[in-house]
């Protein structure tokens, strides 16, 4: 690719992300909605289960009771936060597909790639705005993290990839779908599978069959990897395993959302 032709594709994208985030401020009901979602379930959880969970994690997360669940909880919820963001992505996507602008566009001068480029990294913004939100709300409830200025640069790092892969796989979930509506629910099971993983109990208290489910699902290592950067437990392997995740991820999505998009604007 040219210096020309790359200068081009970056000033396209560019503009393609002012458009969505644009969308985003006059329209804050989809982003804000990303964001109450894990925020309800941590109030929920905290204050209805948190004493009765909470003193089944015993002395591993600070001695039991309603401040070590959240303590153990909240890196969950952060990452939970990231699989919430999927819905806003497809319903974005679909919306666009499905509404003419895509027509718009192509008979426009512009780079074919910046806008998939521009949905998926104002996504990510948009996503990354709500976890500062939930970070908040779990702050004003009791959450204490001790992590380092380097271990809070590293979950910050973490999450953006988590938000990268899961956005590039939702908007290729937002390509495949008819409707808005189909698009809403696509991702459900993307925003389902942290629910299935340790977030809001240790995968070893589980069932045999959930429990192997639990540990070899993406979420799994993205949230002890979260939860040990914020907390000091151990982070062991699950650093590197949620690295492949996120890179696997990513690439399906990246990939299969460039073929939908291209078999898609080439009819």
């Given at each position: 690719m040219s210096t020309l032709t790359l200068t081009h594709a970056v000033h396209d994208s560019t503009t393609m992300l002012r458009r969505n985030l644009r969308h985003a401020v006059r329209y804050p009901a989809v982003g804000l909605g990303s964001a109450m979602t894990p925020i309800l379930m941590l109030l929920l959880f905290v204050y209805a289960f948190g004493d009765s969970i909470g003193s089944s994690l015993g002395a591993g997360t600070g001695g039991g009771g309603r401040d070590a669940y959240l303590e153990y909880l909240t890196p969950g919820i952060i990452v939970m936060g990231v699989a919430a963001g999927a819905m806003s992505t497809s319903i974005a996507v679909c919306s666009d597909m499905t509404e003419g602008i895509i027509n718009r566009f192509r008979t426009m001068n512009i780079t074919r790639s910046s806008f998939m480029t521009g949905h998926v990294t104002g996504s990510v913004i948009q996503t990354m705005l709500c976890l500062c939100?939930?970070?908040?709300?779990?702050?004003?409830?009791?959450?204490?993290?001790?992590?380092?200025?380097?271990?809070?640069?590293?979950?910050?790092?973490?999450?953006?990839?988590?938000?990268?892969a899961v956005t590039w796989l939702s908007a290729a979930l937002g390509l495949i779908s008819k409707t808005v509506e189909s698009a809403s629910n696509k991702p459900l099971l993307v925003q389902f599978l942290p629910f299935l993983g340790s977030a809001f109990v240790p995968a070893d208290s589980m069932a045999p069959g959930l429990r192997w489910f639990a540990e070899h699902q993406p979420f799994t290592p993205m949230t002890e990897t979260l939860r040990g950067l914020l907390t000091g437990s151990e982070i062991g392997a699950d650093g590197w395993t949620s690295?492949?995740?996120?890179?696997?991820?990513?690439?399906?999505?990246?990939?299969?959302?460039?073929?939908?998009?291209?078999?898609?604007?080439?009819?």
């Open positions: 939100l939930v970070l908040a709300v779990a702050l004003a409830v009791g959450f204490r993290p001790d992590a380092s200025p380097l271990e809070w640069l590293a979950a910050a790092g973490l999450l953006g990839a988590v938000a990268f690295l492949a995740w996120c890179a696997g991820i990513g690439l399906v999505g990246y990939v299969w959302s460039r073929s939908l998009f291209n078999s898609t604007t080439q009819r």
